[in-house]
């Protein structure tokens, strides 16, 4: 126990053990994949042409969306452009399905079915459409598992989406939320506030939702607020996660050119007595 | 002879087998707490009927397998099984004298310190326990246990696992 708690080639080892429970996982997986299948097929066809109905309504809706959105990319481009500040998202995706079975509810933890064979990394993000739902723990050979972000071990670092305030927010555990840690009593975060990632740790795709403020309590005996926050990817529901590659090489490189050009320049502006 | 101790195991494995799928069949979010602990309730059953084929060794095999299924710390139930089927082999002669509502009795109070010591285990390694959540699913299995018994007895004698 001790070994597999420790021992970092006890880990691979165990990547291998885990693959003569993956027939049983199996066995579990595929009836119920099955049902949800049938279950699909099975609809009438009046349920269809209302599901049509509603979907063309709502594809209108998101083409007249796009045709802001398209002149809003240009424009955010541009002003990017100005700060010098890298694309936000790109890189590769991959959808994975979650495998229906489930672990110890203390770990925090679900299967995927993909692993080295797609090249999956640990420390990985992993999304939903919703948000950020965790990062991969550890990779297998056909399946891995992935650390919810509602584990006590788990901190993102997060961003408010109305003041641009920093933080981490820390999974709770038990109640299937987020904390923030270390808010000092002053900061400007208010119950409703969306909560985006903030891209600090490299690792999670910047302005990606991560939850949303249920919660802010001052209390005075306290040196910082106790903020709660409801994570907005469906964790319990979903079926498939998005896996991202975050062009993480190329952000650090530009950071480092940026250093560069930028470092010498404050010291120009001391001289001159102008600050910017 | 031969024939009749594979028999033996193949049947007590499928039983096994059908608990480790039981253990791992997804549940809604509000029951989850609320899993009968299948493979301690089956092992609890065999190594008190056929201690002969399913003892500490089994039990330690068996609790491998299933700290794979459920993603914990590898030995963790492993463990656990082997010292709970330590105490059954210990107290065998005790156990088989008492009638079937004691023997739930006792199963409840393994169960409790079953639970206990994996809280305790996880706490150490940095995973965080709530003791209510422990306790939901001794009680869930406790009170399944004298049906579980009572089927797996029917199971025993219609295909005679000795």
Not at chain 1, 74 to 93: D, F, I, Y
Not at chain 1, 246 to 261: M, R
Not at chain 1, 269 to 274: E, M, P
Request: glycine residues 6%; hydrophobic residues 50%; charged residues 15%.
């Amino acid at each position: 126990m001790i070994a597999s708690q420790t021992s970092p080639s006890f880990k691979k080892i165990r990547g291998h053990l885990d693959s003569i429970v993956l027939p049983i996982q199996y066995a579990v997986d595929w009836p119920i994949r099955t049902v949800h299948a049938m279950a699909t097929r099975l609809t009438t066809q009046q349920q269809l042409l209302q599901d049509d109905a509603q979907l063309r309504a709502h594809d209108l809706l998101l083409q007249a969306k796009l045709q802001e959105l398209l002149v809003l990319e240009r424009e955010n481009a541009q002003l990017r452009e100005l700060l010098k500040s890298t694309q936000r998202l790109g890189g590769k995706v991959l959808v994975a399905q979650i495998l229906a079975v489930d672990l110890n509810p203390n770990l925090h933890q679900m299967i995927i079915d993909k692993g080295v064979n797609d090249h999956l990394y640990i420390g990985q993000p992993v999304l939903d459409s919703y948000g950020v739902v965790g990062q991969i723990v550890h990779v297998g050979q056909r399946v891995s598992k992935v650390m919810l972000a509602t584990d006590p071990k788990n901190a993102i670092p997060i961003q408010d989406y109305r003041t641009s305030t920093r933080a981490i927010a820390v999974g709770d555990g038990v109640s299937g939320k987020l904390n923030l840690i270390n808010v000092p009593n002053a900061t400007d975060i208010q119950v409703g506030d969306l909560l985006v990632a903030s891209g600090l740790a490299l690792r999670y795709p910047v302005g990606y939702p991560v939850g949303v403020v249920e919660n802010v309590a001052h209390k005075s005996d306290r040196d910082f607020a106790e903020i709660s926050v409801i994570p907005s990817a469906h964790l319990n529901q979903a079926q498939q996660v998005i896996i991202a590659w975050p062009s993480k090489t190329s952000l650090a490189k530009d950071v480092k050119q940026e250093l560069k050009t930028q470092l010498p320049q404050p010291m120009s502006n001391n001289a001159g007595g102008v600050s910017p | 002879m031969m024939s009749q101790d594979l028999k033996t195991v193949v049947f007590i494995a499928l039983t096994f087998l059908i608990g480790m799928l039981l253990t791992i069949v997804p549940m809604s979010q509000s029951l989850v707490w609320f899993r009968p602990e299948w493979i301690l309730m089956l092992l609890f059953f065999w190594v008190m009927m056929t201690p002969h084929r399913v003892a500490v060794i089994g039990a330690f095999f068996v609790g491998l397998l299933a700290d794979l299924l459920t993603g914990t710390l590898f030995g963790l139930h492993a463990l656990l099984f082997s010292l709970t089927a330590f105490f059954v082999l210990y107290f065998y002669v005790n156990i088989h004298g008492l009638p079937i509502w004691q023997r739930a009795l006792l199963f409840f109070g393994i169960l409790i310190v079953y639970f206990s010591l994996q809280a305790w285990i996880l706490s150490l390694t940095g995973v965080s326990v709530h003791f209510w959540q422990i306790l939901a699913p001794a009680v869930i299995s406790a009170i399944l246990w004298p049906w579980v018994y009572l089927l797996l007895c029917d199971y025993q004698q219609r295909y005679e696992i000795y």
